[in-house]
């Protein structure tokens, strides 16, 4: 039968029956599709997506342990650390208050999503010194010291890779953005290695500019106490991510990443981090055509963005200079420039542009200098 | 300063800082919008839009009480019920086991966001008799009976709204979906008032066949365990609502209106419920404009569709024909008709127009009949 | 048959049958859908939507005159005006250069689709003076004239609204953005009623000012040459829309309301235009509910955003303080504001709070000032 | 200064700069993006994505010529004819009726953006024989002839690839969908190579079982008379696209590729075609990961889609068994299926499991059968 009698014959009725089907269907569909964060890699090196902060009931969080491996298994990430506070238990009345057991209810469900998860914790103190994760740790239950540079020694002594927290935070520097002399001491002893540039939403340039002059590694995170959608999916607001660059996907690599400072952090559509690695990265991400000179005058290339973030490039226009010279690239997509200026340039010549990526930061008030690499088409 | 000097001096230092300020924006803006689902009141009534049925990690479910409360805030909900498991509580080597711990630990929140939370409980069996929930009860505790019907009748003795829940549930009703005798004794006593013709996003067409036949109330829920972005918003699955039409916006009108069975049921973009509820409510969604002649030929309408739901509408072509005879009209949208036949009506005469609306069910395999009255331009 | 017998027997098929009636059905519904621009009507007046600078095929755009009017429909506009260049036509070696023509091909469509199709045409010349559009002509074809001043004067002798066209515009004004005194001269005249503050996407901060000063209508106009969509909807940039207070929807109360200057201009997503208008706008956006005071210790307020575009609220906290003091309504939604310092006001007492409309500009640099009224419930 | 002071003192100031800064950045951001459609490449050759059937104001279309090409730009096609009727110009009083001046006037644009652009023109008669696109040609206006067999050789003799259009169109085939005997001898002669599966949105599912039972290459077109995002994208219509596999990116390549039968289609998520380049193209497509065994008793897969249509899969469960047995894995994500009965295989054995791609048809009742190869983890 054609489409024709088909169509004649039993539309009303097979309309209803097409509704209750797609609505049958969509009840089988309950396997979650996990949405690929295509960041490319770099040579050399893994792309782990991942969340180095995150809360459960098992501390002040509003979900079950196993909520937050969905959760990111379906935001395409890699890794996640659950550091549910040591100190703050407000659940305490109705829920186990072993530091432990967060972890070992998720276990599973990392293992069944192929998401590693790293066992951590959130030492939890007023300023200063602050909020610290430990990530790598053996056992949460010994980090519940009264004294603060215990709980911080019971951490290192597991192996842990420790990370000041929020150090922007308005609850804790209402007025100013300080580094301490407890962080001196902390760094003096070996028991700082990170520091989060963005938490939650929130950009903190001090610790963009404390990470660069002491060495630290940057990560951003989510801190998310609610479902994660509440928070960031559901207005626009893009969950952060801690980019890092491992030699392969497992909790080994991971953690000599993050020790080795491998890190670059993504948020609200911005890239902060070291310039090398920011560069390599752009590198790997935007994809120049050869220069296609069309006619006698005019000549364009073309410009792919094959990362998940869009990319804001703005031309310092000298003896090439491209048009337009200010422009976002968005995921997924290819830009059209004109270029100017290269008349005289023998074919195959390889020419070096320096762009701005203005939603590159690598110190708080400097966007990435990047060389945009072009030949000419034979 | 103009724009243009404004912009050669600044441009990229401004746009650095606007990134931040736009991140640093959104980390104030922690403020969840509440996303209005405006489904027009009734003659009479007030359109108050429910889901009877979820969960917490006080039963099998994933979230902290107080998280169904902001869900159906930013949803657009007026009135939920949190239904945990009486005799199902796999957490509670960890969880308090109090039945009526969920409800107290939402309550505060839904007082602070205006939401109705109706007291309940999910009575759960094997089939027959299956799961039933118990709405508007005022201790779940005294639920915990090991005898069926004497836990039925404890909710009934406290005034309680009682539904069967999923009676086609694969898992309880795998070959055929039967009303068992037990039903028919439930009925018989009073105890049974309600029935789930949508669970989460499945329909049963025998539980809206069943609620006609034995004046039962019909529901549609999301039945949700974890949280309702990762069933639901996440893969463009709508979460389903109960209407209720209440004489006001209070927990004793909701009650009412249940037991009066003014309810319509909403899922995967499908009504489903009376037929004349539902004529009314496509009637105050529904917005036609008069016939509007343009030159000697030609006749147009237009219709507004002012609910959250598209309209799918047939038109059976008689006397007067409009054009497309088949359309779907999605919300906050007019679509546009040509109408033909009209030429000898006389101005200011109501024309009726018989139209399916395919996507309204009052059976199973059965689509609302509406009349659209039409007048004809002055 | 229930769904369960229907499901095991048929599914292949069906989902087959059902993937070609959703594709049929497509095919049927060629009809357009106009989505609704729900910006309020004010006391006393309708708010038109409005676009009165566009181009076809008859001058230098790229759509034949036909599309300028569907698009007005399917964008939710009222009223449109095609002004085609008068000197400046570089198809006319494939394309009848008649100056009325582009007005005449669109007339039809507009009338069915009850599109106001305003007659008009762009003089083009050089800075100074510029381009100007004239609205509400009778014959374009007049306006061919060598001279300038000769040009406006046929325009003005039909009667038409005269409006000067983006006065920043690099092209024509590179270095600064001057008002000549050429401007001054047509003013003197009564030759210049309108400018605008919105040209495509650029906000003329000048033309704000100039329209304050010399009593001006402010518009804010698309100028689209492209099919709208190649332009405006396909990268999230939205449409300008001139909103327009007329008494009735008819061409001759629009003219009235644009020589009286009840006009706003908004365009990604901020407002434009006089504080009062603005004032009365956001008064109909925004629905406050009263105070509602929960327990001993806390109040809150919701806001309701019922326009089409975002509002961005910011309190100065005195008296009263409302928390977030910064925050965005996205359209369709409400938000939930807490309120302190409200303990010794009287039931029933009606408070002032005063707030800036951050995207609401009524000069260049200045906010609208809004004073949000609210009643602490009885 | 870090951002507490800079938050703290310039706050309103800047949100008014930034709200402007975006809005002139738009200004300049007229620069298309190009949306790439990611159809993956197959082994042998790349994938051409073409639209072979559209039209502009040179015929009965509503755009100027270069605005396909953008469109198509924009729309991450590869390839397009303009094929504007010859019997057909009701622009004829307004534009030149040269019938190779829409190829003409594109013809700039296409080579400036990349776009291969087929000089084509459609042969437009009543049924039989109906409308036919005569692709490749060199001079459309020799096509210009009374005879309809005449037109047909004027196309053959320019080596054009000649397709039947729109065979079930309703306005020519209003009852039944015949093969006429014009047909056969157009067949015979050599001069029909393709026919049309798809036009806009209608699936002609006798033009499949047509093109394998005689050998035609086929189509999907999208036959666009309006601006492409009036009717294709504003409506959540996707554009069809006719997939060309080629073997480079030349005209050449794409004619040989067209003679060859190296085409398929896609419409409404729906795949249309051949099994062998079904099953190829579904093979570049989706990605399994090996079969992860967890613990003793659990095994799971991931599958990846990579292409930008989303796959529905349904495997028929024998000996391996994967759950869900139905899904749909959408563009960019991986799905996670259980897997049970691989027990006893051998590590490193390649399992076959059978599936339907139940949205490819290759034929009009028929989906594609497809085989899942897995390997077992070692």
Redesign the interface.
């Known amino acids: 039968m054609?489409?024709?009698q088909?169509?004649t014959t039993f539309?009303?009725?097979?309309?209803?029956?097409?509704?209750?089907?797609?609505?049958?269907?969509?009840?089988?569909?309950?396997?979650?599709?996990?949405?690929?964060l295509?960041f490319p890699d770099i040579p050399g090196f893994v792309t782990l997506k991942c969340d180095f902060h995150t809360h459960t009931?098992f501390s002040d969080?509003?979900?079950?342990p196993?909520?937050r491996i969905?959760?990111a298994?379906?935001d395409g990430l890699d890794a996640i650390c659950i550091s549910d506070h040591i100190e703050y238990q407000p659940?305490h009345?109705?829920?186990?208050t072993d530091h432990n057991?967060s972890y070992e209810?998720a276990l599973p469900a990392a293992?069944?999503?192929?998401i590693l998860l790293i066992r951590g914790a959130e030492i939890t103190r007023s300023m200063p010194p602050g909020h610290f994760n430990a990530l790598f740790i053996k056992d949460a239950s010994l980090l519940a010291k009264d004294d603060f540079m215990e709980a911080i020694q019971a951490a290192a002594e597991q192996g842990a890779f420790i990370q000041w927290n929020h150090p922007?935070w308005d609850a804790q520097?209402p007025?100013?953005?300080r580094w301490f002399e407890e962080h001196t001491r902390l760094l003096a002893k070996g028991y700082l290695h990170g520091i989060e540039v963005i938490n939650?939403?929130?950009?903190?340039?001090?610790a963009q500019r404390w990470a660069v002059e002491k060495n630290l590694t940057i990560t951003g995170n989510s801190d998310i106490h609610?479902?994660?959608?509440?928070?960031y999916?559901?207005?626009h607001?893009k969950r952060p991510v801690t980019l890092v660059f491992a030699r392969e996907k497992t909790e080994a690599s991971l953690k000599d990443a993050l020790f080795e400072r491998r890190t670059l952090v993504v948020?609200?559509?911005?890239y902060y981090g070291d310039s090398a690695l920011l560069a390599t990265l752009v590198s790997s991400s935007l994809k120049a055509s050869p220069v296609?000179v069309?006619?006698q005058k005019?000549a364009?290339i073309?410009l792919?963005n094959r990362s998940p973030v869009p990319l804001?490039l703005?031309f310092s226009n000298n003896e090439i200079s491209l048009s337009?010279s200010?422009?976002?690239?968005?995921p997924?997509?290819?830009?059209?420039?004109q270029l100017n200026g290269y008349a005289n340039l023998p074919a195959g010549k390889l020419i070096a542009v320096p762009v701005?990526i203005?939603?590159a930061?690598t110190l708080p008030?400097t966007?990435l200098k990047y060389v945009l690499k072009l030949t000419l088409n034979p």
């Open positions: 054609g489409m024709k088909f169509h539309t009303k009725a097979i309309v209803l029956i097409c509704y209750i089907v797609q609505a049958q269907f969509h009840s089988q569909a309950q396997n979650i599709a996990r949405q690929e295509n009931v969080g509003a979900v079950w196993s909520v969905t959760e298994w379906r659940h009345k109705d829920v186990n057991r209810l293992q069944r999503m192929g922007c520097q007025d100013t953005v939650e939403t929130q950009y903190c340039p001090e609610d479902p994660i959608d509440l928070f999916h559901s207005q607001i948020s609200g559509d911005v296609m069309y006619g005019e364009f073309t792919t804001h703005q337009p200010d422009l976002v690239i968005p997924g997509t290819t830009a059209r420039l701005h203005l939603n930061f008030e966007s």
